[in-house]
């Protein structure tokens, strides 16, 4: 195959793959559970999530094959899972493994959701944070387009959309938590992590 | 009328509010957004869309029972 | 049952759990030896069974589960398991296990025993809650005393888990064991036993455990001479509220609630009775009569609970009591199940309000509508509880209501409250 086709395929997929994925860590960031707004569709959004997550990895996919076929540079395949093993440009391919790792990871044990603990497969969701921004890093860090306005735009709105969404799903955390209703102060707490035993004083004071 | 029944384990739910979007019919929510079932068997057209809220509650707080009786 | 009654026991065939001696050697000469056939004594085994089933023992914590049912239940689990001697008594207004505990405490360790022989079980764990510890240092001491003298085949030991209302509840005794964490556990399954890690758990109420002490040593006998033919044997029972002479009475299951309160000789007229602890029922004067039993207490939406009885007297606003108590009972809340995290605070606020003469029809309908959803909708029993208090109260104080519905409080509803609680509650 004609090496400058692939090569545009690799940048082209590439940068698909990574607005996909913004665009699902936004998803997945902008909810919590009980919900103020009645009339929004939670459980759309999360499938929207998932289906958006597929067609992520599918770009990724291609992203990744047609870099190995290119045999302008030499990446292998090897490389593609084990960071810093490529002989070109070795950190910022690296990046590119460790976040396809980590990517992998999440994608799995989504799929394996049923047979895991609860506990695991959130921890393991959680690598999703550290995926995005490597991702990010290994895009712009390869150099290839990254000196083209329009890629420099698309960068910082992707940036923009994950810290607002990250920003509003810390605050509504935040208020959700603090509308728990508080019971009046106890010496002796229910469990180690004393959820009941926190003081508000003064506000049962009917 | 098949004899599968939601039950909802409170202490998992944390009222996403996923199920009572999919099976308005059976699951209807408080003023808090946790989730009321009535206990009666479900309708057979709603089994399917039963096991898909079970399966993708956020906190696995639905289970669908074959109850016999009490 | 092989077992020869000594001079001594014949003084003592008449089932009682109150007066008797508190030390082992008393305890011994009153009721005679402990006599644990440990192993596979199957005729020995039968015999305790079936006078178990015979005295149609219930449990005396709350449950009212008869006991040789939750036996074999048990037995069924498996062996190697824990006898758990329940002595958590977070219900405020109860002292009986408490007294138990301190006056007879031999009395429920043998109970223990039996049962754990029954089960094959390796251990007996008394659970003293934090803070009181006068009954932590009586248990201990006739603990000592047991094993110095051998009379603990079973080894005893003592743990003590928080102080609070929600910890006594069963499956959160049984989870505090294993987790540190008292927090009740969804059981689906009634039948299926508690655990602790992987061994079964038998959890039982203090009183219970001296029942079946008594049972054990004398057979079903005494037990059934006293009480009612369909539910035998005594209780003990807490009377506080507004009386002169507060304190824990044994009665014949069967007593009409009116003879068990005047027992403690009420201070002045009763407006109404509180059956059953602060997650009970209220009754009113027409139901006075009503014998202390499950069957009759329950046609009029009761039960004998937890073995407490609070006495309301005239000069009391009911609904500032049952206002402070929905606030008790909400402040205990396990806060892990929304509906009662969310429900049992708006109830109380509602039920306060309406104390306060500032609730209108609304405010009734919609605390009405609350009852109603947040009924059953937990992980255990605990809104079920307030529920029952608050829409008793509403139903018995319904003249009341009527008043302060309108702005017209009784003038008494700030007064001190006869109630007890472990904190203070404002309305």
Known sequence: MNSTYLWYATRASGIVALVLLTLTMVLGLVTTSRPRARNWPGFAQQELHRRISILAVVFLAVHVVTSILDTYVHIGWFAIAVPFASPYSRFWVGLGAIALDLMVAVFVSSLLRSHLKPGTWRAIHWLAYASWPIALIHTFGLGTDSREHWVIALGAICVLSVGLSLAWRIRATAKQRATVPAVTSHVVPLNRHATTARTRAGRYDA | MSGLRITIDPVACEAYGYCAELLPEAISLDEWGYPIVDGRPLHPELVALAKRAARDCPKRAITLREKTSG | ?427
């Open chain 3, 1 to 427: 049952m092989t077992h020869s009654a000594s001079p001594a026991q014949a003084l003592h065939n008449v089932h009682r759990l109150l007066g008797h001696p508190s030390d082992l050697k008393g305890h011994l000469d009153a009721h005679g030896p402990l006599n644990v056939a440990l192993g596979r004594n199957g005729s020995w085994q039968q015999g305790l069974m079936s006078s178990l089933e015979d005295s149609r023992l219930t449990g005396r914590g709350g449950g009212a589960f008869p006991a040789s049912i939750k036996l074999e239940l048990a037995q069924s689990a498996g062996g190697g398991g824990t006898v758990v001697v329940n002595a958590m008594e977070g219900e405020p207004a109860s002292d009986k296990d408490t007294l138990l505990l301190t006056r007879t405490p031999h009395l429920v360790l043998d109970g223990a025993q039996y049962l754990a022989a029954l089960c094959r079980a390796v251990r007996i764990v008394v659970c003293i809650p934090i803070g009181r510890d006068s009954v932590a240092a009586a248990v201990n001491q006739a603990m000592r005393e047991r094993s110095r003298n051998n009379h603990a085949p079973v080894r005893e030991e003592m743990v003590r888990p928080p102080g609070r209302f929600i910890a006594g509840e069963e499956s959160a005794l049984a989870n505090w064991m294993q987790s540190a964490r008292s927090l009740p556990v969804l059981r689906p399954d009634k039948g299926a036993p508690l655990r602790i890690g992987r061994r079964p758990a038998l959890v039982h109420n203090a009183e219970t455990l001296a029942h079946i002490a008594l049972i054990a040593r004398h057979g079903a006998g005494p037990f059934r001479a006293r009480g009612m033919t369909e539910e035998p044997g005594t209780s003990l029972v807490t009377i506080s509220g507004d009386v002169t002479y507060p304190g824990v009475v044994e009665v014949d299951r069967g007593t009409p609630l009116w003879d068990i309160a005047i027992r403690s000789q009420p201070a002045e007229p009763v407006q109404a009775l509180l059956v059953g602890g602060y997650g009970g029922t209220w009754i009113g004067p027409e139901h006075f009569g009503t014998p202390y039993a499950s069957i009759p207490l329950r046609t009029i939406g009761a039960a004998a609970g937890a073995g407490v009885i609070v006495v309301l007297g005239e000069t009391s606003c009911g609904l500032a009591e049952s206002a402070r108590i929905a606030r008790y009972l909400a402040d205990e809340n396990a806060g892990q199940c929304g509906p009662c995290v969310n429900g049992l605070p708006a109830i109380a606020d509602g039920m306060a309000q309406l104390a306060r003469g500032e609730g209108r029809y609304d405010d009734i309908t919609r605390l009405q509508r609350r009852l109603s959803e947040v009924n059953g909708r937990g992980a255990c029993r605990h809104p079920d509880g307030a529920v029952s208090l608050v829409r008793s109260a509403l139903a018995v104080f319904a003249g009341d209501l009527d008043a302060h519905g309108r702005g017209q409080p009784c003038p008494h509803w700030r007064k001190l409250t006869s109630l007890r609680f472990p904190y203070p509650i404002r309305l």
